[in-house]
């Protein structure tokens, strides 16, 4: 009998331990806030004056975020990383010239697949930054290359804010002639004016941003959801639901994560082509596949029309948990990899050893059990942090992105614990 069974060992196996990592992932409260606020926006929809209001919130809310985003951005987060400019240059052009090439080659081979607004908002998540704390975290958690993840991220964020609007106008302008290129200067208005402004004062307002992390955690998530909340009440008032039947929707899911699993492809086979180390790969992996879901809803509420809004939205909100479900369980995966290749190596200071320790310590050390993407970076750098995966003879020694300043107070949720 154990002689018929043994055959099947191998597959048993596997099949525990894909059972071990689902185990440890929870979905994280502010992904459940997003779909709340969804439902909450279909059953209860703002409209008229309220509407009006709401829309004017939302806007002094993401001045505000950007403003508090500024004060946070520490010129020291980006200068320790910056000295690898290969590194910079293929996540760069992963986020900014690959992803777009490949959104508009599927938005332009099979144009019938979606209706046209949805196509527009999946030009618009090619056209996003990366993000920030979960990329940095992730880079952590898979013992990469944190510095340059930090450098990485913190540029690919500036950047958007100017080449979002300038990318997403060449691709609609050339998919559907639907987008005017003066709504640039809303957005330079509304998101990067105050974050200069923030940056300008960080010498008086920034410890106390820093001492405030989790309650400003806490209101760069409430300034999201109130815009995605105004978005999508203004899309059910127009009967959004009743033009998107489930069958095109779940075709949007499968356009989103085609585009995501090509995306994962290529920055590992080409980081692995042009000779870049393990740690280096792990850093373009999570920054060159990420989307900012919370840049990208400022943005589109600058940039578009009020009755536009959601729809553009609809696509980044499915590939947002998509792509930080899938890159934990790489993460994982990248963390166990370096353990089983670990070999001692001496700290370039001191001439100590440092011994790499265990996966399951990079994935759950910390204070607590800081997760991933249930925090935005403003937890990642006060609970105990993402660690590195070194130890120091008895001690561990993490990664710490207050060393490194923290690149930029995105409230974004990190949509996975471990």
């Not at 356009?255 to 692995?272: K, P, T, W």
């Not at 991933?372 to 992105?401: C, E, K, W």
Request: one cysteine or more; hydrophobic letters at 50%.
């Amino acid at each position: 009998m154990m002689t018929i069974f043994r055959p099947l060992r191998p597959v048993l196996g596997r099949l525990l331990a894909v059972k071990q990592t689902v185990g440890k992932i929870h979905i994280d409260g502010f992904i459940l806030s997003l779909f709340g606020t969804l439902s909450a926006a279909t059953l209860f929809p703002c409209q008229g004056v309220s509407a009006q209001v709401f829309r004017a919130a939302g806007i002094l809310a993401i001045g505000v975020l950007f403003f508090l985003q500024g004060a946070r951005l520490s010129r020291d987060a980006v200068l320790n990383g910056a000295t690898h400019w290969r590194l910079h240059v293929f996540i760069a052009s992963t986020t900014f010239v690959l992803f777009p090439l490949i959104g508009f080659g599927l938005a332009s081979c099979f144009p019938v697949v979606l209706p046209g607004s949805l196509w527009l908002g999946v030009l618009f998540i090619c056209a996003l930054p990366s993000t920030v704390q979960s990329s940095i975290a992730l880079t952590a958690i898979a013992r990469g290359n944190v510095a340059g993840a930090v450098c990485s991220a913190t540029f690919s964020n500036l950047a958007g804010i100017m080449l979002t609007p300038l990318l997403f106008s060449a691709m609609s302008r050339l998919h559907s002639n639907v987008f005017e290129l003066s709504a640039i200067w809303q957005v330079m208005l509304q998101l990067l004016v105050p974050f200069i402004a923030g940056h300008l004062l960080r010498p008086w307002i920034g410890r106390w941003a820093e001492r405030n992390r989790s309650i400003l955690a806490i209101t760069d998530r409430g300034s999201i959801l109130l815009v995605v909340y105004t978005a999508f009440s203004g899309a059910v008032v127009l009967g959004v639901w009743d033009r998107l039947p489930p069958m095109q929707i779940a075709t949007l899911g499968l356009v989103v994560a085609l585009i995501l699993g090509a995306i994962l492809l290529i920055v590992i086979g080409g980081s692995r082509a042009l000779g870049f180390d393990r740690t280096d790969e792990a850093a373009i992996v999570f920054c060159g596949a990420q989307k900012s879901l919370v840049s990208g809803v400022p943005i589109a509420n600058a940039l578009l029309p009020a009755s536009a809004v959601g729809l553009i939205l609809l696509p980044i909100m499915i590939y947002h948990p998509l792509q930080l479900l899938i890159s934990a369980w790489l993460a994982l995966r990248y963390a166990a990899t370096a353990e089983c290749s670990r070999v001692p190596r001496a700290d370039a200071r001191s001439g100590t050893v440092l011994a790499p320790i265990m996966a399951d310590q990079v994935a759950d050390s910390g204070r607590g059990r800081a997760g991933i993407m249930g925090s935005s970076l403003l937890d990642v750098a006060s609970n105990g942090h993402q660690p590195a995966a070194f130890s120091r003879g008895d001690t561990a020694h993490q990664y710490d992105p207050v060393e490194y300043g923290t690149p930029l107070g995105e409230g974004e949720s990190d949509a996975v614990q471990h």
